[in-house]
């Protein structure tokens, strides 16, 4: 069984900065691809980011320049850095990992954490 926990969000002025964190149980962490999604009240989960276990990344459109994902082996953790934050980053933000590739592979969520971005 994988269990994903995050820590790290709070509530932060506009502009200000933030970094969750994702522990996740298991070996399989390495070859993993993590991403972060959020969740906006009243929105459909999106995905923010992702970092394969090569360590190629990829961000939304609405965060680049702004967030940067990363991933540390030896503590099974990933990492979202959110600088510069808007008020429309608020929302929880959950840790995914998928150990194998293909549709029909496992994937697995973290139970979130609330990231709020107000005065």
């Known amino acids: 069984q994988v269990e994903l926990v995050e820590s790290g969000g709070g509530l932060v002025q506009p502009g200000g900065s933030l970094r969750l964190s994702c522990s996740v149980s298991g070996s399989i962490f390495r070859i993993s691809t993590m991403a972060w999604y959020r969740q906006a009240p009243g929105q459909q989960r999106e995905s923010v980011a992702y970092i394969t276990g090569a360590g190629s990344t990829n961000y939304a459109d609405s965060v680049k320049g702004r967030f940067t994902i990363s991933r540390d082996n030896s503590k099974n953790t990933v990492y979202l850095q959110m600088d510069s934050l808007k008020p429309e980053d608020t929302a929880v933000y959950y840790c995914?990992?998928?150990?194998?590739?293909?549709?029909?592979?496992?994937?697995?969520w973290g139970q979130g954490t609330q990231v709020t971005v107000s005065t």
């Open positions: 995914w990992c998928k150990p194998f590739p293909g549709a029909d592979s496992n994937s697995y």
